[in-house]
């Protein structure tokens, strides 16, 4: 137990660390090594600990847009997990499970700032991805894909925090509506509509940057 906070105790910002988990064999599945963490089993922990680190660190960074908040969140996220683990079944993905708690703890934290959710910074490279990339080859091409970049973030810092908040879960964890509606306490169909409006905003706004066959595509 005292072995298991202390790992988590001083991992701030995830590293390339995580090179160290083996990966002879079958890898278990999350639900498998946390029931085996709740009898005890601290490499079972550190297993979920190199798996999840870097999705759970990005989307708290890119919620709050500060380093310095997302580390503290990221620790007591970690804690609450080893505070839970005797309580803890297999009825939900561990995902879910372990994201339910890193979005009441970024709540909690704007709650105790007196202030509503930070609007979060977001990398452009999975959207970006659907656009037709440039050449690099001019100057031209480097000064269209600057562009293209800041109108996704200045597009994604005008979404609704909800809705941003569900575009952020939904490319970071890979789960599925069903589980972010767990995660955030709302409905599936409510998920739903949030990633749907969220979605079309950002492509919205950055349809001038986009082929007609991609226009059409993504209306």
């Not at 919620?63 to 079944?89: G, H, M, T």
């Not at 169909?189 to 492509?203: D, F, H, I, Q």
């Amino acid at each position: 137990m005292a072995v298991a906070a202390g790992e988590v105790g001083g991992a701030a910002a995830p590293s390339a660390a995580g090179a160290t988990v083996s990966t002879i064999g079958a890898a278990p599945d999350d639900a498998t090594l946390m029931l085996r963490y709740r009898k005890g089993d601290v490499r079972a922990f550190e297993m979920l600990y190199e798996r999840h680190k870097g999705a759970l660190y990005r989307y708290l960074q890119r919620l709050c847009r500060s380093p310095e908040v997302a580390n503290d969140l990221f620790q007591e996220v970690w804690s609450k997990v080893i505070a839970s683990r005797e309580r803890y079944e297999a009825r939900a993905k561990f995902t879910t499970f372990l994201f339910h708690i890193a979005h009441n703890c970024a709540v909690d934290h704007f709650r105790r700032a007196g202030r509503p959710q930070d609007k979060g910074a977001q990398d452009v490279d999975a959207l970006a991805g659907e656009l037709p990339g440039p050449s690099h080859e001019s100057p031209d091409a480097a000064l269209s894909e600057a562009q293209l970049r800041a109108d996704f973030k200045r597009a994604l810092d005008e979404l609704p925090a909800e809705q941003r908040d569900v575009f952020l879960l939904y490319e970071e964890t890979g789960l599925g509506l069903e589980d972010i509606g767990r995660i955030t306490g709302v409905a599936m169909e409510t998920a739903k509509s949030r990633l749907r409006y969220a979605l079309g905003k950002l492509r919205g706004a950055l349809r001038q940057h986009q082929s007609p066959t991609l226009q059409s595509s993504v209306s």
